[in-house]
């Protein structure tokens, strides 16, 4: 098992003054890094059958697409606006100023079927707490929520209460 | 073997009217698909030892990143200007109208390295092109590009010449 807490490097000032940015890069360049973390992720469904992993773009791509394959599942991407070309559902989330949106291919669950939702980072929750209205609308069960890091200090676990998470390097 | 042409589904106008859009989401919903695709991409390095997989975000994370995990080696994001939050080195490519940039850090790979490039489609092979440029500037080396989906009246192969070129699909 390799050390995942010391393969993230703090980034201060990034992207504006006053953040310390959470830098996954030196995780994902780590073999022992990678696949520590994402079998890690896989640990809310071990021993259980699941239909597909879900994950935000970009860097939940990542973990997400990673953890579907070892898995042996499906993956579902969830994107930004215009981005998917088939028919979407969308929903919209709030940021510290103004909103965002997500979407998801309205064929990419059916009803009954059962996911794991990853993402790198969890923090406020406002995009994952998104994620899961996205899932649960098209009838898909959210069996829990994957992240690398979780920002506790900014309580993203309160806002997804109802759903299990799970984080593998808490701050 | 999973028959991965099935699972492309074309969309009419998208992004913009005229345009066939090659549409992978069901390809990677698809257990079989998804790990058929990932076996595939890796073949160009198929019984060699590679340092790592690089790929550009964000179609291209998710069938990098599956890879890199498959092959038990690093993965190295590649991504638009700004995303990145560490030193990066930075590279332009022409559009049909205008240019855009992709960006590496710059510890992300060492001098005499070997890697993978990893896209979910080539076109014109612009990006692919400046992918190929950001990992030589790191003094690394690129066994081959591999692409889901090859678009061949695009030409994109001869725009990588002097690189090995694998595709799954090829139109």
């Not at 860097?59 to 606006?81: E, H, N, T």
């Not at 969308?90 to 059916?110: F, N």
């Not at 995009?127 to 992240?147: D, I, P, Q, W, Y």
């Amino acid at each position: 098992m390799t050390d995942l807490r010391r393969l993230i490097r703090d980034v201060p000032d990034f992207p504006k003054p006053g953040i310390v940015f959470k830098d996954i890069t030196p995780l994902l360049r780590d073999p022992g890094g990678l696949s520590t973390a994402v079998e890690g992720l896989g640990e809310p469904v071990r021993g259980r059958k699941i239909d597909a992993v879900v994950a935000v773009e970009s860097r939940g791509f990542i973990f997400g697409a990673a953890l579907a394959s070892r898995l042996g599942v499906g993956f579902v991407p969830v994107r930004k606006p215009r981005k998917l070309p088939w028919k979407t559902r969308s929903t919209s989330y709030e940021l510290e100023y103004g909103s965002d949106a997500i979407e998801i291919h309205e064929d990419a669950l059916r009803t009954g079927e059962s996911v794991l939702l990853v993402d790198d980072l969890l923090a406020t929750g406002g995009t994952m707490e998104a994620c899961v209205r996205l899932v649960r609308g098209l009838g898909a069960k959210v069996e829990a929520c994957s992240f690398v890091v979780e920002l506790g200090f900014l309580k993203g676990r309160e806002r997804l209460k109802g759903t299990p998470v799970h984080s593998l390097i808490r701050y």
